[in-house]
């Protein structure tokens, strides 16, 4: 079954994928591997003498769209960008269940199909789910991993998030794209984050794709117990999805080796301020 609600939406879709992908000004190589899952396609930029890192999007969205907001990282690192399996993007349309570890299993085998022993991760929300699932599965495969606004840790669903439905639903019956920004705004919070890859990246997501609300569900603290490796867990101080303050007190419990931070006054949606920028790459660097 499609992920796409139409053929001339996957079209659309996969038409601004490749469009926000060439903004980046730095070569991309499709890459494919294959699991048991299905067939995963891979971006492969960013700077080949680097680190390599193994990165995850957020759900519903693409690896192109997640590039262009963590563009810093195409400088100093050899990314591999994975779009999800069974989200939009060049990935087999395969559904798996946010709630075990399939999605951990699935990550564990694309590593071993791009011919990793052990690599590097970043995973922003519903990937830093997927990239916590993978920690509890093969830890011994991750060499450190930054996880951003993540799904996974301590998800907590606030009634206020119901309010989205609201401009949602006339945005559903209007088409008028204020409601895209008014239901974005609850994730935004700040107006000027809202910039027009973002808006056209929710826009496409709501048009064309049929959402996925699961997130990947809370990974068990034993199981995470196991991953030593050395793990930087940021999150959103007015996150509505994923609130810091829920986030960051069970990372620091269940997550053996952790650095935390709180971006102070941002909700889900962000852009990174230059300091957190220099502290991601700092960490990844060491």
């Not at 995963?40 to 759900?59: K, Y």
Request: hydrophobic share 40%; with cysteine.
């Amino acid at each position: 079954m499609s992920i796409y609600k139409t053929q001339s939406g996957r079209e659309m879709s996969l038409k601004l994928y490749d469009a926000q992908l060439e903004k980046l000004d730095y070569s991309c190589k499709d890459v494919y591997v294959h699991t048991r899952f299905g067939r995963t396609h891979i971006v492969e930029t960013g700077n080949l003498s680097g680190e390599p890192l193994l990165v995850f999007h957020g759900g519903n969205s693409t690896t192109a769209y997640n590039l262009l907001a963590y563009r810093f990282l195409l400088k100093e690192f050899h990314i591999y960008a994975v779009d999800i399996i069974g989200h939009p993007g060049k990935s087999d349309e395969v559904n798996l269940s946010p709630y075990n570890y399939d999605y951990g299993k699935w990550a564990s085998e694309v590593i071993t199909k791009l011919g990793f022993d052990k690599i590097a991760c970043f995973g922003t929300s519903f990937g830093g789910g997927v990239l916590a699932k993978l920690m509890c599965i093969a830890p011994e495969k991750v060499k450190k991993s930054v996880l951003i606004v993540p799904s996974g840790i301590n998800n907590a669903f606030p009634i206020t998030t119901v309010k989205m439905i609201i401009p949602l639903l006339k945005y559903k019956l209007t088409k008028k794209e204020k409601y895209i920004k008014e239901t974005a705004l609850f994730m935004a919070i700040k107006e000027d984050i809202l910039d027009k890859d973002t808006l056209d990246m929710v826009k496409d997501s709501f048009d064309h794709v049929k959402t996925k609300v699961g997130m990947p569900s809370n990974v068990s603290e034993r199981l995470m117990q196991q991953c030593k490796a050395p793990t930087l867990i940021i999150a959103g101080e007015k996150d509505c999805l994923f609130p810091a303050q829920k986030v960051l007190s069970r990372a620091k419990r269940i997550i053996p080796n952790n650095t935390v931070h709180m971006l102070k006054g941002c909700g889900h949606m962000h852009m990174l301020p230059e300091p957190e920028k220099k502290m991601i790459v700092d960490f990844l660097s060491v």
